[in-house]
Nanobody, 118 residues
Framework: QVQLAESGGGLVQAGGSLRLSCAAS????????VGWFRQAPGKKRDAVAT???????SYDDPVKGRFTIPRDNAKNTVYLQMDSLRPEHTAVYYC????????????WGQGTQVTVSS
């Protein structure tokens, strides 16, 4: 079982930056990928970015060139670096893991609120 804890959310003005953290603990050796997702009020949860164990990354088209997903293996932490934020990026951001041999993401964290003011 993997436990995830997100942090780093907050209130930021449009054009600003935030770095979210997703710290993993527990049975992390079986993690194939870590993903960041977001859910805005009244909308479904969407994938934002993922990073695989082979370092391959993928991004939702609207955030390409604006968000990155670096990680620190020594700290068992994956980050979501968000630059040039816009009000439409306001959402609760979650991280989750995809275990080896599975297609779905699970072990969801509690989420962290990001609010971008205009």
């Amino acid at each position: 079982q993997v436990q995830l804890a997100e942090s780093g959310g907050g209130l930021v003005q449009a054009g600003g930056s935030l770095r979210l953290s997703c710290a993993a603990s527990g049975s992390i050796s079986n993690i194939f990928a870590v993903g960041w997702f977001r859910q805005a009020p009244g909308k479904k949860r969407d994938a934002v970015a993922t990073i695989r164990s082979d370092e391959r990354t993928s991004y939702d088209d609207p955030v390409k060139g604006r968000f990155t997903i670096p990680r620190d293996n020594a700290k068992n932490t994956v980050y979501l670096q968000m630059d040039s934020l816009r009000p439409e990026h306001t959402a609760v951001y979650y991280c989750a893991v995809q275990s080896a041999g599975r297609t779905a993401f699970g072990s969801w964290g509690q989420g962290t609120q990001v609010t971008v003011s205009s």
